[in-house]
């Protein structure tokens, strides 16, 4: 430990804290502009200049490492000279006005700072000079003139989400953000994750959507969770009179450490299409707009009349973005209590039936947390394009990259991955299980096995030469690979739909095996990750909702699709069932083709728990009020239990205990 | 002691800052108890007395040779000069013009305006101001007080008079410190 004295305080921090982290423990306000808590110092902006006894000059605090002894005051009336000057020349080198600007009013930084400094105006007028706006962008603009250079956009791209879109060219008042060899930000390789909007200190990075339409002072915060994808970022919403304008990733939430994808911070703003707004049913081949009663009626008595006629009764299939409450409920109305010949998920356990089968083998769980990327010098994606989906985990991924982690991808497919790969493996499709078994052979050809395997598994037929045949994938590459595996410190394996879909789960069971040998899997530590599908996909594998939707015979398909897609394959699968319930926040193809439309909530308009692919549980909070005639998942759920004579209980805690889990041993808690 | 007098003007702005100064409502009867309200462009006044006052505030940026003209009569004729809002104190939305050059924006505004036939034309009649680069007051005239906001709430600007008719110099900081 180390000990200073900041402004008369003594204070002990850890060696390598710098001066300003030390203040900020201690309560000591140094105000900032570069600085960020996510980002590494940079030391850029000068706003943190501090006096430190015996030396020379200020210093700037944000990148002076604490020392033994220092003494710093961070009041004195040369620092406060100096952040005044600071302010000053960033000031007057583009266009501050404030008044025509989106984020004056408390949500820019440089308006605080000079705040702070009692400004009330401009030792020196600006320069005039006019920069250039890129409004190319889909969902963000960049305004150059309201830019301070503090490049936190510029670390952001590239420190936490690995993408190094953006970029600084030229020297003194023509340095100017850039994105790739500077083209405009809507033509370059930017991924619209919004990271930059969201660390940007001023209005220079603005957002379409919410720009001038609330200041922070008009808008409420309420912190929840994306129900985008299995990831489970943590978001704050926005909100202004019942509308969403914007979506940030929570900077605390353990998942994410604030940073969130195009799914999850932008798409939601998006057109969604038409809403149902009120309960529909069929009468005389025509849809109709009707009350709750007469809709609730309707079905329940189809549903009383189809009760307990396994395979020619009900059909019953939820959304896995719906929150665990409304999935339990819906397993306990149709399995428990109504007896359906079918009650599953969208997924149909595509991505977790085959994890979870093995985990039962196992009597255990396998799989670990997200966080073992951090640490990792080798990552091994299989079946898995973390480029398109699970956005976030593939941050994590490409951010790591730049500090010498390997990568390795195997998919027979396109795959973002594959241009940033060290070894890119395409084998030819159903021949994983050979692949994996042929690096195998390698690590076990070197006499580097860490940990052995459980399987057993022919190795000396899957001789690299021999893998390579049944592959494709060059021999020498299978070496060199397997060779890589077997000197990596902290490999993590990631896996995904292309490895789970398999009809079989020899793939997998190989790839865990592999795991052991590299060291990845052991039973003090587990760096194998499972990316499964949609919000609530580990909910609705711990609630045995992984069923095949096997529509034959029955004669009533009960579909919770929530703010869900129904996709083309569902559309045509229930085409021809006699009676169609659909519960729906959207107007689609299906709510068309129904005889009864329950109009539900969207996910900002509910609350509940889902359970991420980890295995974490976490709250999504409620953050609009739903359109009049629009009811919650759950609540639906429950008026058609009491429409049935049903009781529900709300034991989900427990239901989702019944089951292994693949993930964490104590996940779901 | 006599009551201070006070005279206002406004330059190139919206007047704004004059509608958030009548904001202050009933404390108005108050303010005159204070001061000696003498020209301002909202009353019959119009011009600073030419003896001088004491307080003189200025609303609005310098934009032409007009507003210059207004801004060295209530410099020279004041004791103490009050330049109010962000036009005034910084150049404001008038000084959107300074990142363009005045010929595009006197076209945009005689010539090419929706509103404007075939022969519309810049007015050059040598009666007439002349435009200029849009400055902040204190680039054409010393400013003593700057007082920021867009604009400034009513409560500031009470409590900016009341000091200054006090004999004290306002100290803008935290609620009273903004500049939108």
């Known amino acids: ?669 | 002691m006599p009551k201070p007098k006070v005279a206002t003007d406004w330059l190139a702005g919206c007047s704004g800052c004059h509608m958030s100064f009548l904001d202050i409502d009933e404390r108005i009867a108050k303010l005159v108890e204070l001061v000696d309200l003498r020209s301002t462009p909202i009353t019959d006044l119009k011009e600073p007395d030419e003896n001088g006052c004491d307080i003189g505030i200025l609303e609005g940026a310098v934009n032409n040779t007009a507003n210059e003209e207004v801004a060295k009569r209530m410099r020279e004729r004041c004791k103490i000069l009050v330049a109010l809002g962000d036009c005034a104190v910084f150049g404001g939305v008038v000084a959107m013009r300074n990142f363009g050059k005045i010929e595009d924006a006197l076209k945009r505004a005689y010539v090419e305006t929706e509103s404007t036939d075939a022969e519309g034309k810049i007015p050059s009649d040598p009666e007439i101001a002349r435009p200029t680069r849009v400055r902040a007051v204190k680039e054409v005239v010393k400013v003593d007080v700057a007082v920021p906001g867009c604009p400034p709430d009513a409560d500031v600007i009470y409590y900016v008079l009341s000091e200054l008719a006090q004999g004290r110099m306002p100290k803008l900081k935290d609620e009273l410190l903004h500049w939108h």
């Open chain 1, 1 to 669: 430990m180390i000990t200073l004295t900041i402004d008369g305080k003594e204070i002990q921090v850890p060696e390598g804290t710098t001066v300003l982290r030390a203040a900020q423990q201690a309560g000591i306000h140094i105000p900032t502009l570069c600085d960020h808590k996510h980002l590494f110092p940079y030391g850029g902006c000068r706003m943190c200049l501090v006096e430190v006894e015996g030396a020379r000059t200020l210093q700037p605090s944000c990148t002076l490492p604490a020392a033994n002894g220092m003494v710093v005051y961070t009041n004195t009336p040369a620092v406060q000279e100096a952040r005044t000057f600071v302010l000053t020349l960033i000031f007057s080198e583009r266009n501050h006005f404030c008044m025509y600007c989106p984020v004056s009013g408390g949500d820019c930084e440089l308006q605080n700072a000079a705040y702070g400094q009692g400004m009330t105006e401009w030792p020196l007028q600006p320069n005039w000079q006019p920069y250039p706006v890129d409004g190319s962008h889909e969902f963000i603009v960049l305004d150059h003139n309201r830019c301070i250079m503090c490049r936190r956009c510029v670390r952001a791209c590239g420190e936490l989400v690995g993408n190094f879109t953006l970029g600084v060219q030229e020297r003194g008042a023509s340095s100017r953000i850039i994105a790739d060899l500077d083209v405009p930000l809507g033509e370059s390789t930017c991924i619209s994750c919004g990271t930059c909007l969201q660390v940007c200190p001023t209005g220079a990075i603005i957002d379409r959507v919410s720009a001038y339409q609330g200041r922070l002072k008009d808008v409420t915060r309420i912190k929840s969770t994306c129900v985008g994808c299995s990831v489970g970022c943590g978001i704050e919403m926005i909100v202004r009179d019942n509308r969403l304008l914007r979506i940030e990733g929570d900077w605390d939430a353990p998942v994410n450490q604030g940073v969130l994808c195009k799914i999850g911070r932008f798409e939601p703003l998006t057109d969604q299409g038409e809403r149902i707004l009120t309960p529909l049913v069929r009468r005389n081949g025509v849809l109709k707009a009707a009350t709750w009663d007469e809709a609730l009626h309707v079905v329940a008595s189809r549903l009383q009349a189809m009760k307990g006629r396994n395979g020619s009764g009900i059909a019953a299939l939820a959304s896995t973005r719906l929150p665990v409450e409304a999935l339990y409920s819906f397993k306990q109305l149709f399995a428990d209590k109504l007896d359906s010949g079918i009650v599953t998920s969208i997924e149909e356990g595509v991505t977790t039936a085959l994890p979870g089968w093995v985990a039962r083998k196992l009597g255990k769980p396998f799989e670990g947390t997200l966080d073992e990327i951090h640490k990792a010098d080798l990552v091994l994606a299989i079946g898995v394009d973390l480029v398109e989906n699970h956005q976030v985990a593939g941050f994590f991924v490409k951010r790591i990259l730049p500090q010498g982690c390997k990568l390795v991808v195997i998919d027979p497919y396109d795959n973002g991955l594959h241009a940033l790969a060290d070894f890119s493996l395409r084998p030819k499709k159903e021949t994983d299980y050979d692949l994996l078994v042929g690096l195998m052979q390698v690590i076990a050809s070197l006499g580097m096995v860490r940990t052995h395997p459980i399987g057993t598994h022919d190795l000396t037929r899957h001789t690299p030469d021999n893998v390579s045949r049944m592959t494709g994938v060059p021999a020498e590459t299978i070496r060199e690979v397997g060779r890589l595996l077997a000197m990596a410190e902290r490999p993590v394996f990631i896996y995904g739909k292309g490895l789970t879909r398999a009809s079989f789960p020899t793939a997998l069971e190989a790839l865990l095996d592999l795991a052991r040998m590299a060291g990845a899997l052991d039973d003090t530590r587990s760096a194998v990750i499972g990316t499964k599908g949609q919000a609530n996909s580990t909910a609705a594998y711990l609630l045995e909702l992984d069923k095949a939707f096997d529509l034959k015979g029955h004669q009533v398909a009960y579909l919770a699709l929530g703010d869900d897609r129904p996709s083309t394959r569902l559309i045509e699968h229930v085409e021809g069932v006699p009676f169609l319930v659909v519960q729906a926040s959207y107007a689609s193809p299906l709510t068309d083709r129904a005889d009864v439309v329950l109009p539900a909530a969207i996910w900002a308009e509910q609350a509940g728990h889902y359970v991420n692919l980890e295995g974490r549980l976490q709250e999504a909070r409620q953050g609009l009020t739903p359109p009049r005639d629009v009811r919650s998942n759950l609540a639906i759920f429950q008026a058609l239990a009491e429409a049935l004579g049903i009781a529900l209980d709300g034991n989900w805690r427990e239901a989702l205990q019944s089951r292994v889990w693949i993930g964490q041993p104590d996940a779901c808690r």
